[in-house]
């Protein structure tokens, strides 16, 4: 099987085909410092999965494959905007957060066998219309990577197309141009890593965790997040000085445990009330994070498919005084 293929049933397969997982014995973090809160059942947007949440100024937004929608009162009441969806299939590609505007970078229309890629790349500085910054650009041809923004500029780690992943790392001060800073980095050719900051130390996660701190020199943190099992398919966000992943695939069976850590290296458990789900999408806005989406079934044991669109926030409580 060419390794491209792999990647791609791998990620389809943490979004839509394992069954729920009781919880491994390991350290967990004492739920009592923090506080989950359903504010929906159900959203005004379709059930769904791999799609993005942002939070923009003092708005929330859902940047769904159907339409966007966004929130000026921390997501209790939703408005469909007029901001179509440019980028096309979300389960390739990203938007990206920079500058205090929504970058779309590229166009995919298709599926892992047959597809069309457009280097185009958008912007929307008011959230009601795109405007074409490049029909054409270098940005590299692949998809499977997830933009962030790491001094001032955009970047994007590896990826793949449809012979091979890559191993490199590219940066961009407008979103045209785009420069290989190294090749060959020493994690190796991956897919679908995340990538976040934390305490100005760039943390690059899949399985295993690497981290840098100028996007060129990588360290390994560790081999595993948890021993003895594969992690994959969750989203990642930081707050309250903790990188958190949600929606893990491990071994391949869901759990709605959730996993953190404060140095990227010793990552303890956490259970949560939402079901057990993949593909989700999170952000963190106002100081807690918002979560919605996910999907998971198509085993033996569970042949339906279960999709979401309940939102939840995730908040650190507040010492009360005596």
């Given at each position: 099987?060419?390794?491209?293929?792999?990647?791609?049933?791998?990620?389809?397969?943490?979004?839509?085909?394992?069954?729920?997982?009781?919880?491994?014995?390991?350290?967990?973090?004492?739920?009592?410092?923090?506080?989950?809160?359903?504010?929906?059942?159900?959203?005004?947007?379709?059930?769904?999965?791999?799609?993005?949440?942002?939070?923009?100024?003092?708005?929330?937004?859902?940047?769904?494959?159907?339409?966007?929608?966004?929130?000026?009162?921390?997501?209790?009441?939703?408005?469909?905007?007029?901001?179509?969806?440019?980028?096309?299939?979300?389960?390739?590609?990203?938007?990206?957060?920079?500058?205090?505007?929504?970058?779309?970078?590229?166009?995919?229309?298709?599926?892992?066998?047959?597809?069309?890629?457009?280097?185009?790349?958008?912007?929307?500085?008011?959230?009601?219309?795109?405007e074409t910054l490049?029909?054409?650009?270098?940005?590299?041809?692949?998809?499977?990577?997830?933009?962030?923004?790491?001094?001032?500029?955009?970047?994007?780690?590896?990826?793949?197309?449809?012979?091979?992943?890559?191993?490199?790392?590219?940066?961009?001060?407008?979103?045209?141009?785009?420069?290989?800073?190294?090749?060959?980095?020493?994690?190796?050719?991956?897919?679908?890593?995340?990538?976040?900051?934390?305490?100005?130390?760039?943390?690059?996660?899949?399985?295993?965790?690497?981290?840098?701190?100028?996007?060129?020199?990588?360290?390994?943190?560790?081999?595993?997040?948890?021993?003895?099992?594969?992690?994959?398919?969750?989203?990642?966000?930081?707050?309250?000085?903790?990188?958190?992943?949600?929606?893990?695939?491990?071994?391949?069976?869901?759990?709605?445990?959730?996993?953190?850590?404060?140095?990227?290296?010793?990552?303890q458990g956490m259970?949560?009330?939402?079901?057990?789900?993949?593909?989700?999408?999170?952000?963190?806005?106002?100081?807690?994070?918002?979560?919605?989406?996910?999907?998971?079934?198509?085993?033996?044991?569970?042949?339906?498919?279960?999709?979401?669109?309940?939102?939840?926030?995730?908040?650190?409580?507040?010492?009360?005084?005596?």
């Amino acid at each position: 099987m060419k390794p491209y293929l792999l990647v791609y049933l791998m990620l389809c397969f943490s979004c839509s085909s394992f069954s729920p997982k009781e919880d491994p014995p390991q350290k967990n973090l004492k739920p009592e410092n923090y506080v989950w809160q359903k504010i929906f059942d159900s959203a005004a947007w379709r059930k769904s999965y791999n799609y993005q949440l942002f939070s923009r100024n003092d708005t929330l937004w859902t940047f769904h494959p159907d339409a966007n929608w966004y929130s000026i009162d921390d997501g209790h009441h939703w408005m469909p905007s007029s901001l179509p969806n440019v980028i096309n299939n979300h389960a390739f590609l990203d938007y990206v957060l920079f500058k205090g505007a929504i970058y779309g970078l590229g166009n995919f229309a298709g599926n892992i066998e047959r597809y069309i890629y457009k280097p185009t790349i958008y912007r929307t500085t008011n959230m009601r219309t795109w405007e074409t910054l490049a029909e054409g650009s270098n940005l590299p041809n692949r998809f499977f990577y997830h933009p962030f923004v790491f001094k001032d500029k955009l970047w994007i780690i590896g990826g793949e197309d449809q012979q091979q992943q890559y191993a490199d790392i590219w940066n961009s001060d407008d979103g045209i141009h785009w420069v290989k800073q190294k090749d060959q980095l020493d994690f190796g050719k991956r897919s679908n890593s995340l990538i976040v900051q934390l305490h100005n130390k760039l943390f690059l996660l899949n399985n295993d965790v690497w981290s840098s701190v100028d996007g060129i020199h990588w360290t390994k943190e560790t081999d595993e997040i948890v021993k003895g099992e594969q992690i994959f398919g969750y989203a990642a966000v930081v707050y309250d000085d903790k990188i958190w992943l949600l929606g893990c695939n491990r071994n391949g069976q869901f759990s709605s445990q959730v996993l953190v850590s404060s140095d990227g290296k010793d990552w303890q458990g956490m259970n949560a009330p939402w079901s057990p789900r993949g593909g989700i999408a999170a952000t963190v806005h106002h100081n807690r994070i918002f979560m919605t989406g996910g999907k998971y079934g198509g085993t033996p044991d569970h042949t339906e498919f279960v999709y979401s669109n309940d939102l939840w926030t995730f908040s650190k409580e507040l010492k009360k005084d005596n």
